[in-house]
């Protein structure tokens, strides 16, 4: 696992950014994550699509999750938000932004529907994660199996409160979610996780210096061949070696 520290999230987003930008040159299938964090590295490829000719025409895009029961007209359902945040902002084709549907009848089936459209792609080139605080990537809550596959789970207390700033009350946070499985996840040929802002430090900690555990689920990257953290120095903060 590499680690590079940059003093802060928009510089996180640059060096990130720096990583994607050759698979996007070459056509490839990106894994998007969506939350705060990713914005900066967003905000920077969207700004090499205006000045820099970087084109994503050739892309295919996977999101990591979804709510359940939010429409996708729904500002809020991370269908709406990866276009506002990101892929409005670039050429590729809204086609192939993949997404869960949050809304599926039978979730099981979407599930698995959504691995086999993965693997029609040819799995993911490139995957952009986040990490929760509490260690959670994707919406893998701990404890989560790290062999696990894409399903629906039951959203954790402190997710639902930390994602509650995205609504107007903590009584509108969607409680289930539909989500990639760690197993799913480890599968991306290329991993980029970035981490930036103090509440995330003891998640760093626990993902680069703990044990490899189902009670982290971030921390299963320590066994992916090509995982990169890009962290800022507030999320680098307890790292001890
Ligand atoms: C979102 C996702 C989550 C977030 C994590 C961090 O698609 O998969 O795991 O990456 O909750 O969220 P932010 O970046 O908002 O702190």
Redesign the pocket.
């Known amino acids: 696992m590499d680690i590079i520290v940059r003093p802060t999230a928009e510089k996180v987003g640059v060096a990130a950014a720096d990583l994607i930008e050759p698979f996007v040159r070459r056509g490839a299938t990106l894994g998007?994550?969506?939350?705060?964090?990713?914005n900066p590295l967003y905000m920077e490829l969207a700004r090499r699509h205006r000045e820099e000719d970087l084109s994503f025409a050739e892309c295919d895009a996977f999101?990591?999750?979804e709510y359940v029961g939010l429409e996708r007209t729904d500002e809020q359902s991370?269908y709406a938000t990866i276009r506002r945040e990101f892929t409005r902002h670039i050429d590729i084709d809204d086609e192939k932004v993949h997404s869960l549907n949050g809304l599926a009848e039978d979730p099981e089936a979407e599930a698995r529907s959504y691995e086999e459209r993965i693997h029609a792609a040819g799995g993911v080139d490139v995957q952009i994660?986040?990490?929760?605080?509490n260690g959670?990537?994707?919406?893998?809550e701990p404890p989560s199996p790290l062999d696990s596959r894409t399903r629906q789970i039951d959203l954790h207390p402190t997710?639902v409160a930390?994602?509650a700033r995205f609504f107007d009350n903590e009584d509108q946070v969607p409680r289930t979610a539909l989500?990639q499985g760690v197993g799913t996840i480890m599968e991306a040929h290329t991993i980029v996780l970035i981490?930036t802002?103090a509440h995330?430090a003891e998640a760093v900690k626990a993902l680069v210096e703990g044990p490899v555990t189902p009670g982290c689920p971030a921390s299963v990257l320590q066994n992916h061949p090509r995982a990169t953290i890009i962290l800022d120095e507030d999320a680098a903060s307890k790292l001890e070696r």
Not at 32 to 38: C, Q, R
């Open positions: 998007l994550a969506t939350g705060s964090t990713p999101l990591l999750d991370y994660l986040g990490v929760g605080a959670h990537i994707a919406f893998n997710t930390d994602n989500t981490a802002g995330k």
